[in-house]
C-alpha cells in the first residue's frame, strides 16, 4: 500500500493542525490530562482519514483492448442513453460512479489509445450525485480514441459538495495507456462515462466496482 502523491500537501497541513493542537492543549490546560488525550485522538482521527483517503493500493490491472474498464472505484449509480452535447453531439450510453470518501480515488484511463481532447471546467460544487452536477459542478473531459477500432469514449471527472480539488494529468495528443493514472479527485466526486451506443454493459445499476480492475462495457 502506497502513498498518492497528490496527498502530500494535506498530510503536511494535517501534521502542522495535529501538532498545533496538542500544543494548545498543553499550554492552554498544563494540568488537564483529559485535555491532552483529546487533542491527541483528534490528530490521531485526522491523521488517519488523511492517510486512508490518499492510500493507492497496488492492484492487478483489466487490461483487454475490447474492453471498457473502470476509472474509479464506486458505485453506479446512472445508466442511461443521453445526449452528450460537449464534444460528440449525439446519443451515448452514460455510466456514472459514485465516489464515497472511502473509495480510493486515484482516476484512470478505461481503454488505451490518444487523447484527442482534454478540457476543465470551473462550476458548482452540489451533490455528486446529482444528475445536474455532471453540466453545472466543476468537472474534466477527457476523450479518448480506442487504438485499435478507432472508436472514442469520453469519461468526465465531476466534483461534489466535498471535492474541492481536481487534478487532470491529460493532455490532448497524450498517449493514454489502459489503466494508467489520468487523475485524482479529493474527498469524494463521481466519473461519468459517455459510451458508443453498440457499446455491451458489463454492470448494472448498483454495482459497486474497482478502478483498473471492473469490466464496465466491451466493444
Not at 13 to 20: D, G, Y
Not at 152 to 178: H, N, P
Amino acid at each position: 500500500m502506497k502513498f498518492h502523491k497528490e496527498g502530500y500537501p494535506t498530510l503536511l497541513v494535517a501534521v502542522l493542525f495535529s501538532t498545533i493542537i496538542i500544543s494548545i492543549s498543553k499550554i492552554a490546560f498544563p494540568d488537564y490530562s483529559i485535555a491532552h488525550w483529546f487533542a491527541y485522538i483528534l490528530s490521531g482521527f485526522l491523521l488517519v482519514v488523511v492517510l486512508q483517503f490518499f492510500r493507492h493500493p497496488s492492484r492487478q490491472h483489466t487490461i483487454s483492448s475490447n474492453a471498457i474498464v473502470a476509472p474509479a472505484d464506486g458505485k453506479v449509480v446512472v445508466i442511461e442513453e443521453t445526449e452528450e452535447n460537449e464534444y460528440f453531439k449525439d446519443k451515448r450510453i452514460q455510466v456514472s460512479i459514485f465516489m464515497s470518501p472511502i473509495n480510493v480515488h486515484v482516476n484512470r484511463y478505461p481503454i488505451a489509445g490518444e487523447v484527442t481532447y482534454a478540457k476543465y471546467h470551473p462550476g458548482k460544487f452540489l451533490v455528486a450525485s446529482l444528475p445536474k452536477a455532471s453540466t453545472e459542478n466543476e468537472r474534466t473531459s477527457v476523450v479518448v480514441k480506442h487504438e485499435t477500432n478507432g472508436q472514442s469514449i469520453l469519461f468526465r471527472q465531476v466534483a461534489g459538495a466535498l471535492a474541492r480539488r481536481i487534478v487532470m494529468y491529460s493532455k490532448e495528443g497524450d498517449k493514454a495507456s489502459q489503466c494508467g493514472e489520468m487523475g485524482f479527485i479529493k474527498f469524494g466526486s463521481r466519473v461519468d462515462l459517455y459510451l458508443p451506443l453498440n457499446a455491451k454493459l458489463n454492470v448494472k445499476i448498483g454495482d459497486v466496482v474497482k478502478g483498473s480492475q471492473t469490466i464496465l462495457a466491451e466493444f
